[in-house]
């Protein structure tokens, strides 16, 4: 099962930045040559900018955001107090990118409804400047396009992820995320491109081709275009980078260490992976919590007591030893298994009556800090996998989502039940996906659609005994009432039924009609729709009784 990523929206947050960054800087020293220099108007401080084009500064003793004009600076009366997320990076780190080297002098930090993530702005020994976007552990790397595409990108309102294509240098890129971002928390450090509004508003698309990644930012008329592809912290070579006791002096604990506090709403204990994981759902009364400020606050109430931990085969803080390194299960999603096209019709914004669940499924979130996040998905008949998000999408074929190297298996929708734990995106009951999964060799690939994003992921199956042995379980593996096909999970009877019993009773039908006309019709119609209605609801209570007892979860 794919698990979509925050959007890395790199190289998307204001017109003003594409434009000082279209163009070479002669002027930008080393680091340790500042191009100009000033004293904070605010505690006096010296202040630094390395880069001609700096527009933005902020004081690194008091966090005013200052304003350059002329050869001086102006307090623009805010601070930009960065939220402590534990990135690695800081102002001054090194690395090189393909060929040339570079320095990072600027952070944008930005927060809004789905996540937080932060741009840092580069400076290349060659005076160009680049953008390296960072959300949780994944990375990408952009600068401005040395040229416009063939055709121009298609107007904002016209985009649909997954659907849209763009032609850049003879590669086909599809339109990965999609959406209108309103930026209403902001801060940054060192110095940027731009002015900081309170409130930044924008539409954005990311285009992807396999390991290539472009940015339209719809803010300049033609959009700006930035190119750039998906990178590890490992082959940018950094230097400069936080040092753990550097993390632990300033935010008091490090980047992927465990945090446990009350929720509260009823008070049963919450754990969540500092700076890693600002969302985290209550696992005895599902409550909405965000930790962004080291605490956890209270974004929704909830009175759910159903479906606790204890009915997951791997609890919250159940730790596994997998390819030597120790994994902590941080959250899990249980996810019912839809109809395709009754998924596909809310996707597109289309009304669905009722939705009959045709099975489901558990996907598990693991954290360990020196490798980041992995995926295990259990299903219903007892089946595992081990799924990873990929930063590659496959070769795809023709103008198609199709991947070149795989047979489809087939297509189903999916939405979330109800979540526990903690998860680097903001998880909502009731968000309905569509995936479409296609054989490869030992493994699966699976394209995962919202409305605003597609992503891919890779699963390869293992086995119950490896899981137990990881997690040192003792029990067997769990016993299921139904027998279902490893390609698909079990039909949705009643509907299937109903279809069934009006298309036996067509000749009744039509004998009625035959004899009494009008009247008969309606009477045998009146007695098909009233049986049909007693089966969708003795489904519904075979569901029911599925259900785990909520008395037993008070």
Not at 482 to 491: V, Y
Request: proline residues 6%; negative net charge.
């Amino acid at each position: 099962m794919s698990k979509c990523w925050l959007p890395v929206v790199s190289g998307s947050l204001c017109a003003a930045r594409t434009a000082v960054t279209r163009r070479a800087d002669k002027w930008i020293f080393p680091m340790s040559e500042p191009f100009f220099k000033t004293d904070c108007p605010s505690c006096g401080a010296p202040v630094h900018a390395h880069s001609a084009t700096a527009v933005t500064l902020v004081c690194g003793y008091c966090n005013s955001l200052l304003l350059r004009q002329d050869d001086g600076v102006v307090d623009t009366g805010r601070d930009s107090a960065l939220l402590e997320d534990f990135s690695p990076l800081q102002i001054g780190t090194t690395g090189t990118f393909g060929t040339q080297n570079f320095t990072l002098v600027g952070r944008l930090q930005a927060r809004y409804d789905v996540g937080v993530w932060n741009e840092w702005y580069a400076l290349f020994d060659d005076g160009s400047s680049g953008w390296l976007a960072e959300a949780g552990d994944q990375y990408v790397f952009t600068v401005p396009a040395a040229e416009r595409p063939a055709a121009e990108p298609p107007p904002f309102d016209a985009l649909a992820a997954g659907e849209s294509r763009l032609v850049y240098r003879d590669k086909a890129f599809v339109a990965s995320d999609v959406r209108h971002i309103i930026l209403s928390q902001a801060a940054a450090e060192g110095e940027l491109p731009f002015a900081l509004p309170p409130q930044m508003t924008n539409r954005v698309a990311d285009w992807r081709c396999e390991h290539l990644f472009l940015t339209t930012d719809y803010a300049a008329e033609p959009p700006e275009i930035f190119v750039g592809r998906g990178v590890t912290l490992e082959e940018l070579k950094l230097g400069h980078i936080r040092s753990s006791d550097a993390i632990a002096d300033s935010a008091g604990r490090l980047k992927g260490s465990r945090r446990a506090e009350s929720c509260p709403n009823c008070g049963s204990e919450v754990q969540w992976i500092a700076g890693l994981t600002p969302t985290v759902i209550c696992p005895s009364c599902h409550s909405d919590l965000s930790t962004d400020g080291g605490k956890a606050e209270l974004v929704r109430q909830n009175g759910m007591r159903q479906e606790q931990q204890r009915r997951l085969t791997l609890p919250l803080g159940a730790q596994g030893r997998i390819n030597g390194k120790t994994y902590t299960v941080i959250g899990a999603v249980c996810k019912d298994e839809l109809d395709p096209d009754d998924a596909w019709r809310m996707l597109h914004g289309g009304y669905v009556q009722e939705l009959y669940p045709e099975g489901q499924w558990t996907e598990y979130l693991l954290f360990e800090p020196q490798s980041g996040f992995l995926w295990l998905v259990e299903t219903r008949q007892g089946e595992w996998s081990v799924s990873e998000t990929l930063n590659r999408w496959p070769t795809l074929q023709g103008q198609s989502l199709v991947p070149r190297n795989g047979r489809k298996l087939y297509d189903y929708g999916g939405r979330v039940r109800y979540a526990v734990g903690a998860f680097y995106w903001h998880i909502r009951a009731d968000d309905v996906n569509y995936y479409t999964d296609y054989d490869q060799g030992q493994s699966k690939l699976c394209i995962e659609r919202s409305p605003s994003e597609v992503a891919w992921s890779k699963s390869t199956p293992v086995s119950y005994a490896h899981i137990r042995e990881w997690f040192g379980l003792k029990a067997d593996a769990p016993a299921y009432q139904a027998k279902m096909t490893p390609d698909r999970q079990a039909f949705s009877w009643p509907k299937l039924l109903k279809y069934v019993f009006v298309l036996i009773n067509l000749p009744a039908i039509l004998t009625a009609l035959d004899r009494d006309g009008f009247t008969g019709f309606a009477l045998v119609a009146g007695i098909t729709a009233a049986v049909a209605w007693f089966i969708i609801r003795a489904g519904r209570f075979a569901g029911l009784m599925n259900e785990p007892n909520q008395d037993d979860e008070a």
